[in-house]
């Protein structure tokens, strides 16, 4: 019985993925996934955070564990949409004092990746997401009292420096688990200090690469096939009108509103995570 009930949940996402019975998901099921995708092209051109809103949805309506191998496929068409608009205005020094520490924390994520259930998975990404959000407006609040942080390079603070092995790691660990990494690197280039087009080139860049770096090791988890590729392929589609509507809107977004929109997409990420 124990062998038999393992297999349910890869019975499950093989059935979504060729639709041979739409009893296996309901067409609001669908409709979430769509919208979720939608929200990934925008998260990628717009509010970086607002992709944790997606990944939930994907963990909601999919066994958490095997959404992550369906996600990545739609993640990385919104890194190549963002790169395309906003590959000049990447800080590299800040991307080449993340990847070291980041390699670790991939590496640490395809271990857990090997025991954890869905259960850990969701508890341990939405415990994460919180702790760093709690951290990051700490050290917003004490960085506002401090005149030479107003007048420091973006990217180039002192804090940043200290800061880049922890949101390293934890960002690489993340994304390998459940492609979280989005809110911890957001909260980092924010209290970097960027600017909303350094914010949003330094981390398509940053994305991409690693994005493309996690697809070996999702393979050989299991968590990327031919049936999870059937199924991104009916969503990518809905990537594009979304990567067009968030370059429509960011102009228009303001700095201050930017950054309370990316901490607050990723405190409601979060919880939903820890709520699924």
């Known amino acids: 019985m ?23 998901i309901g067409l609001w099921q669908l409709a979430a996934l769509a919208a979720a995708s939608t929200l990934v092209g925008f998260s990628k051109t717009a509010v970086s955070g607002a992709n944790t809103i997606s990944l939930a949805v994907f963990a909601a309506v999919l066994p958490a564990r095997e959404s992550t191998g ?46 954890a259930d869905d ?7 939405g415990v994460i997401l919180l702790f760093m959000t709690g951290v990051t407006l700490w050290r917003r609040r004490f960085a506002e009292k401090d005149a030479e942080k107003e007048t420091a390079a973006e990217g180039d603070s002192g ?13 690489g660990f993340t994304t390998m688990v459940a492609n979280a990494g989005g809110p911890v690197m957001s ?27 996690k697809v070996p090791f999702s393979v050989g988890l299991g968590l ?32 201050k509103v930017f950054d309370r929109i990316v901490i607050g997409a990723t405190v409601v990420g979060g919880l939903q995570l820890l709520l699924v």
């Open 224 to 255: 990327i096939d031919a049936q999870s590729l059937l199924l991104d392929a009916c969503l990518l589609l809905f990537v594009l009108p979304g990567a067009y509507l968030g370059r429509a809107c960011v102009d228009r977004i303001n700095q």
């Open 119 to 125: 259960a850990a998975v969701r508890t341990s990404i």
């Open 70 to 115: 369906v996600l990545l496929p739609i993640l990385i068409v919104g890194d190549l949409l963002a790169v395309r608009v906003y590959r000049r205005h990447a800080h590299w020094p800040t991307l080449l004092r993340l990847f070291p520490a980041v390699a670790v924390g991939v590496v640490a994520g395809t271990v857990f990746m090997l025991w």
């Open 187 to 213: 909260l980092y280039l924010l209290s970097a200090g960027f600017r909303k087009l350094g914010f949003l080139g330094t981390s398509a860049w940053f994305f991409l690469i690693l994005n493309v770096s």
């Open 159 to 171: 804090t940043s420096r200290t800061a880049a092995r922890g949101y390293g790691v934890l960002g």
């Open 2 to 24: 124990g062998e038999a009930g393992a297999r349910v949940p890869r019975r499950k996402i093989r059935a979504l993925t060729i639709f041979p019975d739409m009893d296996t």
